[in-house]
């Protein structure tokens, strides 16, 4: 049975299909790209497991529609698929996904100034007693920093020794 013109057709637009899924496929590693700003490095890493699983899904498509047969026409509906998504659908999906990523953030901003505004509230009403006190002890003549120096050096002093612990000790 030889291969027919309207086959060829099919096999073309379901490539064309392939690509655009292929490239809704990439934009999962684009939006994560936006959300968690990774290093060259990972992103190498990305594109790696991108490229293999897309070789291997390209794979096992040849092999369902073609019988594993490699032709041109499949490789240019895949990147024409592909390149419809890109350019067109995956346009608005990465101005969306900025969009929702930004404001996702900027609620997780408002969240933790809403948790610590009481806190903040707190600094403001001790700073200035603090400020008074640590004046103060700079004018007995010991600075805050040489007396916490101090009470480390005489934290360090409290534990004994373990021998010298033990009571029942036969000497």
């Known amino acids: 049975m030889g291969i027919t013109n309207s086959g060829q057709l099919q096999e073309l637009f379901l490539a064309g299909g392939l690509g655009f899924l292929l490239g809704a496929f990439y ?54 698929g592909f390149m419809a998504y890109y350019f067109t659908v995956g ?5 969306c996904a900025k969009q929702v990523i ?18 903040r509230l707190l600094w403001k009403l001790v700073k200035r007693p603090l400020a008074a006190l640590g004046r103060l002890l700079a004018k007995i ?15 360090k002093k409290v534990l004994q020794r373990p021998l010298s612990v033990l009571y029942n000790q036969k000497e």
């Open 27 to 80: 934009d999962v590693f684009r939006v994560i790209r936006l959300m968690m700003r990774p290093s060259a490095r990972v992103i190498f890493f990305q594109d790696l497991l991108y490229f293999t699983l897309s070789s291997v899904i390209t794979f096992l498509f040849a092999l369902a529609v073609t019988g594993g047969e490699l032709r041109f026409y499949m490789f240019l509906g895949l990147v024409t």
């Open 141 to 155: 003549g010991r600075p805050i920093s040489a007396f916490f120096k101090k009470i480390g050096r005489n934290i």
């Open 102 to 119: 930004a404001a996702i953030l900027w609620l997780w901003k408002m969240l933790w100034k809403a948790i610590f505004f009481p806190f």
């Open 91 to 95: 346009r608005a999906v990465m101005r």
